[in-house]
């Protein structure tokens, strides 16, 4: 994933710019950069990696180096950006978000009519390179995005900084990613997250349809090409990666996944599920919201079994090794005894992929003396493995505890049921849920359907991707 923000001001961008992009930093843990552009000094750029450091951190000389009134910056899990582009609509600077799926299909097609591509030190091309290189085959920023986002086969929400000193930012085609607008007396603003412009002190001014495409000044927003009318939100923006204090689509992600949680003990009072607990918790961080919803409904108090030490374990996946990663995400867990030896505990997470770290959890939660641990996942099954955002790290849906687990039951014969599994009241969803619990040491099991998550983000299913639940396009 990732997040970008970029401002244009009458004064200098780079205080907005640096603090509101260091707001996206839970979108991406790889690299981060800023662009600035000054009639003076020009285009300056920095780019450094954060896997170890914070952006500020990394950053925090900037006001000293960089100086513009227009300004881009990014976090991202995938590649180096922002990068400086010169090309026959000019020298910009460009970010983007997403992920493309036919990269060597674009990068021939690019080839043929005469680019050339930087190789990156892993030998692949850059994401922003080879979508600018797109951008690059028509006469105007406009006509060359549309292109481009007509011809990637995935996803890819984009900001250029143009040497006029302004911003072109496009969401991506179907609206996976939000973008949002900001305005103040002395400029505009366009970002992912809106809390991060409001804490630089933007008020709100709108929200880019799908594949919508404006251009940003000081002096106002000027749209170069509107919205389509298909719209696909990622639903996982709710549940899983967005901040609790995000809306998108006007929905709160905190509010959300109360209402998540309180579905899923909705659900478990329908089934007749009277397990004794001591405590409902969350899985921290994103679990805790929808652990509160179901401790609400259920009433069942509240707890926090044990807390997350991120003062200096700030990553868990540092490490290359997945040893020393599941090593590191076991450091951080410091247990609350009290609240944990001879407790009967339920805990929701926001999600279950592949279950590493899970049962590393579990098994931290029985040597501290817990009676028993129910688990609840505030999503439904992970069928397919993401090939529009790329959030999960898992290389292929074999990697996906849902998928290993019916191959496991009834080879690929099991592929033809996924319905079935995916619901709980079959015989195959019944039988999923068990195999899973003896994998992972739950005492019980259960996942939020599909018209629960939908229900609780309230917006129309024809609106939302759930395709790594459901495969829908």
Not at 202 to 224: F, H, R
Not at 386 to 391: A, D, I, M, P, S
Request: charged share 25%.
């Amino acid at each position: 994933m990732g997040g970008f923000f970029g401002a244009v001001n009458r004064e200098d961008a780079i205080g907005d710019v640096f603090f509101g992009t260091d707001y996206h930093s839970h979108l991406g843990t790889k690299s981060g950069g800023m662009a600035a552009y000054d009639p003076v000094r020009g285009f300056q750029r920095q780019i450094h990696s954060i896997d170890k450091t914070p952006f500020r951190t990394k950053f925090d000389k900037v006001f000293e180096e960089m100086k513009g009134f227009a300004s881009i910056g990014c976090i991202s899990d995938t590649d180096p950006q922002p990068l400086l582009i010169k090309s026959r609509l000019g020298t910009y600077a460009i970010s983007t978000i997403g992920i493309i799926n036919n990269m060597d299909e674009l990068i021939d097609l690019c080839i043929k009519n005469g680019a050339n591509f930087n190789a990156m030190t892993s030998g692949r091309t850059n994401n922003s390179e080879l979508v600018a290189c797109l951008i690059n085959q028509k006469e105007s920023f406009t006509e060359g995005i549309k292109f481009a986002q007509d011809n990637i086969d995935g996803t890819a929400s984009i900001l250029i900084l143009t040497e006029k000193g302004s911003i072109i930012a496009a969401r991506d085609k179907v609206g996976r990613l939000p973008i949002v607008t900001g305005k103040r007396e002395d400029g505009y603003c366009a970002c992912f997250e809106s809390f991060a412009y409001q804490k630089v002190g933007y008020s709100a001014c709108g929200e880019l349809g799908p594949g919508e495409i404006v251009e940003i000044t000081a002096d106002g927003i000027t749209q170069l090409s509107p919205p389509g009318k298909k719209k696909r939100v990622c639903a996982f923006l709710w549940s899983y990666y967005g901040y609790p204090t995000a809306t998108y689509e006007g929905v709160n992600v905190e509010v959300m996944r109360m209402r998540n949680g309180a579905i899923m003990s909705r659900n478990d009072k329908e089934k007749g599920c009277d397990y004794h607990l001591d405590y409902v918790a969350g899985v921290p961080d994103s679990g805790t919201a929808h652990a509160i919803g179901y401790a609400s409904n259920s009433e069942t108090p509240f707890g926090r079994p044990f807390i997350k030490y991120t003062q200096t374990w700030l990553r868990s996946f540092m490490p290359v090794n997945q040893s020393e990663r599941n090593r590191v995400a076991k450091m951080k867990l410091l247990p609350v005894t009290d609240l944990i030896k001879d407790k009967d505990l339920l805990f929701v997470d926001d999600s279950i992929v592949r279950g590493t770290q899970l049962r590393e959890t579990v098994d931290f939660l029985y040597s501290n003396g817990a009676k028993t641990v129910h688990m609840r996942s505030a999503c439904p099954p992970i069928m397919y493995g993401c090939k529009y955002l790329n959030f999960s790290r898992a290389t292929s849906d074999m990697e996906l505890i849902s998928r290993s687990t019916i191959m496991e039951l009834e080879g690929e014969e099991g592929f033809k049921h996924l319905d079935e599994y995916t619901d709980g009241n079959t015989e195959r969803g019944k039988k999923l849920r068990s195999t899973i619990c003896k994998k992972l040491n739950f005492d019980s099991l259960d996942f939020q359907t599909l018209s629960g998550i939908i229900e609780a983000i309230g917006i129309d299913e024809d609106e939302l991707c759930t395709y790594c639940w459901s495969g829908k396009e």
